[in-house]
């Protein structure tokens, strides 16, 4: 159940280990401590196997990218791996640009993620060339997506998940949606990424990929949804979301959960 993943985040504050872009460090630091976690942001390769040897998971997101950065997560994954480390991959903007995609695959190949996540584009350009989006934003819909995801997540053998007013998440055999959040969402940077982040946190904590990303995205999209009843617009929207990962309870999920499709 998602409330004792998330009282064991509360308890346990695991540490998460992002090499993450410069945009959002700041918002999913936040959002991390806000849930219970503790987060370490870091990208220098020169302590990449000391840190990650510290990291209940690993969380790479390549919204900023740059050789060092590559390279850092090359060594981090590997080091990962290694110790039997959970790893959420975001390959954000994926299939917008011949390095982005480039990159995103050879992480695939090389770490071998324990989870994607991405919005429907980027997932579709890790199966199809050019089937990227705009910048970072996606031209697609999760269910555009779904045969890609599923081809990704078995030939990646790995849980995917697709980010969108309705989510996907889906590991080769089982499949979830997500029907929860607020259109005020894609109105606030970050937010995806947050995902990922949130991600990483319940992987900390439950053993079942596929369950850990069900129930990270289903608090981002409940938290999601009381933030925007309180805010006024995108920039009070960001700090009431905080607030609400900061104290959410069993009841708000009881009441506003919506029924996921398995």
């Given at each position: 159940?998602?409330?004792?993943?998330?009282?064991?985040?509360?308890?346990?504050?695991?540490?998460?280990?992002n090499?993450?872009n410069?945009?959002?460090?700041?918002?999913?630091?936040?959002?991390?401590?806000?849930?219970?976690?503790?987060?370490?942001m870091?990208?220098?390769i020169?302590?990449m196997?000391?840190?990650?040897?510290?990291?209940?998971?690993?969380?790479?997101?390549?919204?900023?990218?740059?050789?060092?950065w590559?390279?850092?997560?090359?060594?981090?994954?590997r080091?990962?791996?290694?110790?039997?480390?959970?790893?959420?991959?975001?390959?954000?903007?994926?299939?917008?640009?011949?390095?982005?995609?480039?990159?995103?695959?050879?992480l695939?190949d090389?770490i071998?993620?324990?989870?994607?996540?991405?919005?429907?584009?980027e997932?579709?350009?890790?199966?199809?060339?050019?089937?990227?989006?705009?910048g970072?934003?996606?031209?697609h819909t999760p269910?555009?997506?779904?045969e890609?995801?599923?081809?990704?997540a078995r030939?990646?053998?790995c849980?995917?998940t697709?980010?969108?007013a309705?989510?996907?998440i889906?590991?080769?055999?089982?499949?979830?949606?997500?029907?929860?959040?607020?259109p005020?969402?894609?109105?606030v940077?970050?937010?995806?990424?947050?995902?990922?982040?949130?991600?990483?946190?319940?992987?900390?904590?439950?053993?079942?990929?596929f369950d850990?990303?069900?129930?990270?995205?289903?608090l981002?999209?409940v938290?999601?949804e009381?933030a925007?009843?309180?805010?006024?617009?995108?920039?009070?929207?960001?700090?009431?979301?905080?607030?609400?990962?900061?104290?959410?309870?069993?009841?708000?999920?009881?009441?506003?959960?919506k029924?996921?499709?398995?």
């Open positions: 159940m998602i409330w004792q993943d998330l009282q064991r985040i509360r308890a346990e504050s695991p540490l998460i280990l090499i993450t410069y945009v959002v460090m700041n918002t999913t630091a936040n959002a991390l401590l806000a849930t219970g976690a503790s987060p370490v870091a990208h220098a020169e302590e196997v000391e840190m990650t040897a510290h990291a209940k998971v690993l969380v790479i997101n390549i919204g900023t990218l740059s050789g060092p590559i390279a850092s997560m090359l060594e981090a994954g080091e990962a791996r290694r110790r039997g480390i959970a790893i959420v991959l975001d390959p954000v903007g994926c299939g917008a640009t011949r390095f982005r995609t480039h990159t995103a695959q050879t695939i090389e071998h993620p324990t989870i994607i996540r991405g919005n429907a584009s997932i579709k350009a890790l199966i199809r060339a050019g089937a990227g989006g705009r970072v934003d996606s031209l269910d555009e997506a779904g890609d995801a599923r081809a990704l030939a990646a053998h849980v995917v697709v980010s969108g309705v989510d996907l889906v590991d080769g055999e089982r499949e979830a949606r997500v029907a929860n959040g607020d005020l969402m894609s109105r940077t970050g937010m995806g990424c947050t995902a990922s982040a949130l991600t990483g946190a319940f992987a900390a904590v439950n053993a079942s990929a850990a990303a069900t129930r990270a995205m289903t981002m999209g938290a999601g009381i925007a009843e309180r805010a006024a617009g995108p920039g009070s929207f960001q700090m009431h979301f905080l607030d609400v990962l900061h104290g959410i309870g069993e009841a708000d999920f009881a009441q506003r959960v029924p996921q499709a398995h």
